[in-house]
């Protein structure tokens, strides 16, 4: 904006907020939202939950972090750039044991599109025989949004 300005460009200011906070939350702090999730889902007995009131008990203090008034409700709210946003918990884990299927990586493994053969170079490098756990959709989720 202030090339625009510099430029003698007119144009109308753009007002960016800052979701540093919200990301921190999310995924990068310590016992970050991903984490926890991906923490639960490695437990056996782990369940929505556990999952939801352990969440509670981290992040209920995180202005960015909304924490329903009532304890029967299985959702928690988070508060970034496209304003609050609440997100149910039911088969949370479930869905992020959801592993991607072997069948999946050999279609990208033989694909001709070179970006998704890039994207999913380090799952096709494994090799099914020498993966000992499948990762979970969170940790693939943080895997590729961190490149």
């Known amino acids: 904006q202030e090339e625009y300005n510099h430029e003698a460009i007119n144009w109308q200011h753009i007002e960016f907020v800052d979701n540093q906070e919200a990301l921190d939350l999310i995924a990068v702090r310590p016992l ?10 490695k437990f056996p007995k782990g369940s ?14 995180n202005r960015n972090y909304l924490k329903p008034k009532s304890d029967i409700n299985t ?8 304003g609050v946003v609440f997100y149910d918990t039911r088969a949370f884990l479930e869905k ?15 694909s ?7 994207l999913f170079s380090e799952d096709l490098n494994m090799g ?4 000992k756990r499948a990762p979970t959709l969170s940790s693939q989720f943080k895997n590729h949004s961190s490149h």
């Not at 959702?75 to 496209?82: D, E, I, K, M, R």
């Open 128 to 131: 099914s025989e020498t993966r």
């Open 75 to 82: 959702s928690f709210g988070l508060n970034h750039f496209a």
């Open 96 to 110: 992020n044991r959801d592993t991607f299927s072997a069948d999946l990586l050999q279609l990208m493994h033989v």
């Open 48 to 61: 929505d939950q556990t999952m939801l009131n352990k969440l509670h008990q981290r992040h209920g203090n």
């Open 112 to 118: 001709k599109n070179k970006f998704l053969q890039n």
């Open 32 to 41: 970050n939202i991903m984490a926890l999730v991906d923490e639960e889902s």
